[in-house]
């Protein structure tokens, strides 16, 4: 692929921020690099490894994957906006993620953070939108499996997915929920529920911000002046 010899010939001319690995990184360490600036490659040459399928890629395959989410991490402009929505994830969602969502949303959950924060590259928006997407189908199913309505989304389903790592991520739309909820008249709570949720990070994100910004918030029509205003 095109990508290969691109991606190889500005790593050794110093052009890539490419952190070469003998190993599989976890997702919590590709986040930490992505968050700096930085993303791996990971060169599987154990015998072990060889002979190891990482879900549905051999050693080859999993390298070529790594060169290319290298050259999306960079490509057209988009550094600086993954590096941002990363940083984002690591600072103000990751907390809440450690915290709560990880044991309240189940091995579904687990999975789409998994591949929301190390597996993908790509304009800042989109990524804000499949994260969020993500979030509220988590939401939505904790919902519906609390208010004891197995018929539409089983534990089974979350015993199943506890033995797969970051090669899966689950579909997301709130429009395969949204006729459970409406039916146990549960859609308004979890509007009112995510609502709360989403303007807690954001809050959050914002007090990050000028924390380690200060006077980041000052600027007249900036988002979150008003909040600098008041204090």
């Known amino acids: ?71 999306h991490f960079v490509d057209e402009g988009r ?18 993620h450690e915290g709560q969502w990880l044991v309240a949303y189940g091995n579904r959950w687990r999975l789409s953070w998994r591949y929301v924060s190390s597996d993908m590259n790509t304009v800042a928006n989109h990524m804000l939108q499949v994260f969020q997407a993500q979030l509220m189908v988590a939401k939505a199913r904790a919902i519906v499996l609390g208010a004891g309505l197995q018929g539409t989304c089983e534990d089974p389903e979350d015993i199943a997915l506890s033995s797969f790592q970051s090669d899966v991520f689950p579909r997301a739309s709130i429009s395969d929920w949204r006729p459970a909820l409406l039916e146990a008249g549960l859609l308004d709570k979890f509007e009112a529920d995510f609502a709360e949720e989403w303007g807690q990070l954001i809050e959050s994100h914002i007090a990050d911000a000028g924390r380690r910004f200060p006077g980041i918030w000052a600027a007249e029509g900036v988002l979150g002046g008003a909040h600098g205003a008041e204090g």
């Open 1 to 71: 692929p095109e990508h290969v010899s691109v991606c190889l010939a500005n790593y050794y001319a110093g052009l890539r921020p490419l952190v070469l690995l003998w190993r599989v990184p976890s997702s919590e360490e590709v986040l930490n690099m992505l968050a700096s600036g930085h993303r791996c490659v990971s060169a599987l040459i154990s015998e072990q490894a060889l002979h190891t399928v990482y879900g549905h890629r051999d050693c080859l395959e999993m390298l070529l994957h790594d060169m290319a989410h290298m050259e």
């Open 79 to 96: 550094y600086w906006q993954q590096v941002g929505f990363f940083e984002f994830l690591r600072s103000t969602v990751a907390p809440m």
